[in-house]
């Protein structure tokens, strides 16, 4: 089952705009973490943020997280082709008994040169 | 450093048929996982290992599904019987402890 629900399922935007996704989850968690999928690749880790922190930046990433909503974003500024993919939020729950990431349905983010 | 080895990339065989993907994670990660992915959904999770034990397979089919990690490190997921429903992208993933996952590419799997 899925945790989280990306939205939008689907944006398109022109270069150097910037494009922000959102997840929104069920369940308390200790982290959550987003992650990027290029057509028939595997999942690469951008960032995590931690259940205690609200915003954190990484070059042209920034998360935000808000645990009262169970909600988080991703923006990325100044997009590039390249960053073309597949988006994924994916939470760290507080169950230890479960210790294993529960991801979202992605967003599909389509950079026009 | 290489990252997270698995092969087949891809596999095509008949319903009924057995298969079996195999990965190899990132040296010194003690956890592993297999995670099966539908085509425009999310991973989710069938095994997690810490070491060569099994710490959650409660979303493993155990009627057709197996898994082993023998010594901890490499890992096997098999299935048998195949059935049509079974095709999708299984990846494996490592880490050390509950930060972030290193993926590897994936197999994709069609049962005709």
């Known amino acids: 089952s899925q945790q989280g629900e990306e939205d939008p399922q689907a944006l398109s935007i022109q270069e150097g705009e910037n494009a922000t996704m959102n997840c929104s989850y069920k369940?308390?968690?200790?982290?959550l973490q987003w992650y990027r999928q290029n057509s028939g690749r595997g999942l690469v880790h951008l960032i995590l943020?931690?259940?205690?922190?609200r915003e954190k930046h990484s070059g042209r990433l920034r998360v935000t997280l808000d645990t009262s909503k169970k909600s988080s974003s991703l923006l990325i500024t100044a997009s590039r082709a390249a960053d073309t993919a597949s988006y994924f939020c994916?939470?760290?729950?507080?169950?230890?008994?479960?210790?294993?990431?529960?991801f979202g349905s992605g967003t599909r983010l389509q950079v026009q040169p | 450093e290489a990252g997270v080895v698995q092969s087949p990339r891809y596999k095509i065989i008949e319903k009924k048929q057995p298969v079996a993907f195999w990965c190899n994670p990132i040296s010194g990660h003690n956890t592993l996982y297999w995670y099966l992915q539908n085509l425009g959904q999310g991973p989710e999770l069938l095994i997690r290992?810490?070491?060569?034990?099994?710490?959650?397979d409660s979303q493993l089919p155990k009627d057709r599904f197996s898994a082993e990690r023998l010594k901890g490190v490499d890992s096997t997921l098999k299935i048998q019987p195949a059935e049509l429903g079974d095709s999708a992208v299984y990846l494996c993933?490592?880490?050390?402890?509950?930060?972030?996952?290193?993926f590897g590419p994936g197999t994709r799997l069609t049962v005709l």
């Open positions: 943020i931690r259940s205690n922190e």
């Open positions: 993933a490592s880490s050390q402890g509950d930060n972030e996952q290193f």
């Open positions: 369940t308390s968690i200790n982290n």
């Open positions: 290992y810490e070491n060569e034990e099994a710490v959650d």
């Open positions: 994916a939470t760290w729950g507080m169950d230890t008994g479960r210790r294993a990431l529960t």
